[in-house]
């Protein structure tokens, strides 16, 4: 089946500082991807879906400043979590789907856990 | 407001006994219901959907519209059904294009 990897799996980063979190599609391509984050016990909340070559499309309350999406390939994904503080700290899941794919047929990465000190 | 609801955050049951993981969703329209699995150390996979009405590893769920729900049912339980279950929904003010997750169960099927 079809393969999504992120890097890093786990990061740790100080106040202030940014992280980058790649995910990569490796056996399609992935023109839609989609970002989440998930607090501990709680749902998978999305965050931001990307079309490869356009703006990513933020969901409301998510920070676009803060969550930069950048989506400039066809395997390629990038979460940049800029000026991060400890309640930035949590899961974050990314997954792609091909064209003609349904949302429901996304394929998930592993995701990176994040810790802001 | 778009919302899924899982219960129970753990069920415990033992091996060949009957599970029953409760989903409850509020959603105005006709949303899509989905059942994901995440086994230790894998990714979340798709499970079943409503649409397809089909059996997956014993699994079953049928929507009920009029309570909103959408519980994910198999008569006996086996040790590899252990797994975190998270239900979820996509629907029409979103294009179908979102998922909306409840907050999972963790199934422990013991011996």
């Known amino acids: 089946g079809a393969v999504v990897s992120q890097h890093p799996s786990r990061v740790i980063c100080k106040s202030g500082t940014s992280v980058k979190i790649e995910c990569r599609s490796l056996?399609?391509?992935?023109?839609?991807m989609f970002w989440y984050r998930q607090f501990p016990k709680q749902s998978l909340m999305l965050m931001a879906t990307?079309?490869?070559?356009?703006?990513?499309?933020?969901e409301q309350g998510v920070e676009k400043d803060k969550f930069l999406i950048n989506h400039a390939s066809l395997t390629l994904s990038t979460l940049t979590v800029t000026s991060a503080h400890p309640e930035d700290s949590s899961f974050y899941i990314c997954?792609?789907?091909?064209?003609?794919?349904?949302?429901?047929?996304?394929?998930f990465g592993p995701g990176t856990r994040l810790t802001v000190t | 407001a778009q919302r899924v609801t899982q219960p129970e955050k753990l069920l415990s049951v033992f091996k060949g006994a009957p599970v029953e993981l409760k989903c409850n969703y509020s959603?105005?329209?006709?949303?899509?219901l989905f059942w994901y699995v995440q086994y230790s150390r894998q990714r979340l996979q798709l499970l079943l959907r409503?649409?397809s009405r089909e059996s997956i590893k014993g699994f079953t769920a049928d929507l009920n519209k009029g309570e909103t729900s959408f519980h994910l049912k198999k008569p006996f339980a086996q040790e590899e059904d252990s797994a975190m279950y998270y239900c979820?929904?996509?629907?029409?003010?979103?294009?179908?294009?979102?998922?909306?997750f409840g907050a999972g169960t963790r199934l422990a099927v013991h011996p």
């Open positions: 959603y105005s329209g006709s949303p899509e």
């Open positions: 979820a929904l996509s629907g029409p003010s979103g294009g179908y294009n979102k998922l909306i």
């Open positions: 409503h649409i």
């Open positions: 056996d399609f391509q992935a023109t839609t």
């Open positions: 997954s792609g789907i091909t064209p003609g794919q349904r949302s429901y047929e996304q394929y």
């Open positions: 990307s079309n490869e070559g356009s703006k990513a499309t933020y």
